[in-house]
């Protein structure tokens, strides 16, 4: 009997060659659209976001180009509770969240994941560009980053398990994005051309700070910019319109360039300094999840990345009190902001991941 899996179709042609290539091996696929929102629940005209209606309607086209059951499945309550609603507590609390982490997390590999698996469904395959292999002598599941660095989306998929890597493909993850293209036009897919999501989905234009003051119908308060020494420079517009490392937006004059590097959401601070202020070389990190090793029990060398768009630096990772670990990096980084992922690498492995709360 063929093994069955349920394809995520976003819309997108990453997606869609997925499908493809699924059925190609063999495969009893299923396609299915989650459906996270309407546009008119976050204020955006039709057509300006995945998942709108007319990506939608591509997964359905391609669907049945490809002969086989599509379906939509509305996730839009379990959206709004786990990834919309902590963007906005996030942001009210001087943290600058990654909703697309959380989306994979909670959305992509635990709902659809657990959805897939009360259809009997074997496995759930997503467009993403990152390789999953068993090492056959430890039995573990290892993340791997994806040979096409541009493309590698491994930092965004360190939150899957050991039982969600055993029953998750990615059958892009050794492709190019030119690879994947070209298959898609030679296939006649119309959705080959289709331009890549760059910005939060909900938040397709890029101004958070709208869309929190529209979720929420609040207008945050006023106060102070502040100095390292807690001396007033002027006022800011709310905290929720600030994030670690900005400096264009702040309606200061200085006669050498600021930035953010402190929010404090108790007194209502946004604390300013020098490009110099920004670098420090720790952080701790909870909520941790280990892929290639079982746990940490003592120091281990590595390199971490702390944003998606950070080049990963050396350091070595302790573990501390809590389940926590403590990253202590070579040489300073930059701009390591409460909220994001720290992730570790060893080689193209992904060790393991956590959120950063301190720094």
């Known amino acids: 009997m ?17 499908a493809y290539l699924m ?4 495969y009893e696929c299923m396609g299915a659209t989650m459906k996270l929102y309407t546009n008119s ?15 939608v309607e591509d997964a359905r086209y391609i669907a049945q180009s490809l002969d086989i059951p599509y379906y939509v499945l509305n996730f839009s309550d379990r959206f709004k509770e786990d990834v919309m609603d902590k963007f906005v507590s996030c942001y009210e609390n001087g943290i600058t969240p990654n909703p697309c982490i959380d989306c994979n997390r909670y959305l992509k590999f635990e709902y659809l994941f657990n959805r897939a698996k009360e259809l009997g469904l074997d496995y759930v395959v997503t467009g993403h ?18 040979p096409y660095l541009a493309k590698d989306q491994s930092y965004v998929l360190y939150s899957l398990t050991q039982e969600q890597l055993a029953h998750t493909i990615f059958p892009l993850g050794s492709m190019s994005k030119d690879e994947v293209r070209k298959l ?9 051309r289709k331009h890549d999501s760059q910005d939060i989905c909900f938040v397709p234009d890029g101004d958070y700070v709208k869309f929190i003051e529209n979720y929420t119908k609040k207008l945050y308060p006023h106060g102070n910019f502040i100095d390292k020494n807690g001396n007033v420079l002027g006022e800011h517009k709310g905290i929720i319109c600030y994030t670690i490392g900005q400096r264009k937006g702040l309606g200061l004059s200085f006669s050498e360039p600021m930035y953010v590097m ?4 108790v007194d209502n601070t946004v604390m300013l300094g020098t490009n110099d202020d920004l670098f420090t070389k720790e952080l ?3 909520d941790i999840n280990w892929i290639s090793i079982e746990k940490l029990t003592e120091p281990m060398h590595i390199k971490a990345k702390v944003r998606y768009r950070h080049t990963e630096a050396p350091a070595t990772v302790y573990p501390i009190e809590g389940g926590k670990i403590k990253v202590i990096f070579d040489e300073p980084q930059r701009a390591i902001t409460k909220g994001q992922a720290v992730v570790l690498y060893d080689g193209d492995l992904v060790v393991g991941g956590g959120t950063i709360i301190e720094t």
């Open 2 to 18: 063929n093994k069955k899996a349920l394809i995520a179709m976003s819309g997108g042609v990453d997606s869609s060659v997925a």
């Open 129 to 146: 560009y990152a390789i999953i292999e068993k090492n056959e002598e430890t039995g573990r599941y290892l993340l791997k980053k994806s």
């Open 262 to 265: 402190n929010i404090n959401p």
């Open 23 to 26: 059925v190609k091996q063999g």
């Open 284 to 286: 701790i990190a909870d």
């Open 184 to 192: 898609a036009e030679e296939n006649g897919f119309i959705n080959a």
């Open 41 to 55: 629940d976050i204020d955006i005209p039709k057509g300006h976001t995945c998942c709108s209606l007319d990506d």
